[in-house]
Nanobody, 136 residues
Framework: QVRLVESGGGSVQTGGSVRLSCSVS????????MGWFRQAPGKEREGIAI???????????????RFTASADSVQKTAVDTIETTLYLQMDSVKPEDTAMYYC??????????????????????WGQGTQVTVSS
């Protein structure tokens, strides 16, 4: 079981910055891939960045140089229980970045052993999301 809770969204002006956080807690669950995806009304889901099990980050081209995804080291807090926090630093935001942002994790079994950005929001688990609205 895994629980993900996003925070940090809100309204921001074009060119501004916002930092999203995602608290991850899990019982008898090992995250293999972690990342962020977004969903805007009338648009397709878009994988923003995926962090693989080696800590490598693979962002989508539309956010390269503007968004930075990162994660704290996974900490074992109790028997069969782990915690970590994901971050998405969003700089130089644009109106087209307006969307609901979700953090997500996948186990190795769910991912098939590969961390593909296109899998974000399709397989695995995700939170309730946090809204980011960019005004011009």
């Amino acid at each position: 079981q895994v629980r993900l809770v996003e925070s940090g969204g809100g309204s921001v002006q074009t060119g501004g910055s916002v930092r999203l956080s995602c608290s991850v807690s899990a019982y008898t669950y090992t995250p293999y891939c972690m990342g962020w995806f977004r969903q805007a009304p009338g648009k397709e889901r878009e994988g923003i960045a995926i962090i693989d099990h080696n800590g490598h980050v693979w962002p989508v081209d539309s956010v390269k140089g503007r968004f930075t995804a990162s994660a704290d080291s996974v900490q074992k807090t109790a028997v069969d229980t782990i915690e970590t926090t994901l971050y998405l630093q969003m700089d130089s935001v644009k109106p087209e970045d307006t969307a609901m942002y979700y953090c997500t994790t996948m186990t190795q079994g769910e991912s098939g052993g590969y961390c593909y950005r296109d899998s974000l929001g399709v397989i695995g688990s995700w939170g309730q999301g946090t809204q980011v609205t960019v005004s011009s």
